[in-house]
């Protein structure tokens, strides 16, 4: 689902205004660049990506977001 129709559906099945999942959609991808830019790519590839394989690349990256990374200085007070 494109940042399009993730707007169009939150604004016609949960009245959410688009300008509010725009900000929304914008600040996760601040927060979780290398999700996005998977998903991009994904969305590029689209056409050629199975449901499987668009599955598989999901749960790994919520494999990899659960493995424990390097800590930051902020994490330790």
């Keep these: 689902m494109t940042k399009e129709e993730c707007m169009e559906a939150l604004s016609k099945h949960a009245n959410i205004k688009p300008v509010i999942t725009a900000t929304v959609w914008k600040e996760l991808e601040k927060e979780n660049k290398e999700f996005f830019e998977e998903y991009k790519e994904s969305q590029s590839n689209k056409d050629s990506m199975t ?3 668009t599955s598989a690349m ?3 990256m ?3 977001s659960k493995e424990p990374g390097p800590s930051k200085e902020s ?3």
Excluded: F, Q, W
């Design 75 to 77: 994490d330790k007070k």
């Design 58 to 60: 999901i749960e790994k």
């Design 51 to 53: 449901e499987e394989e």
């Design 62 to 64: 919520i494999l990899d």
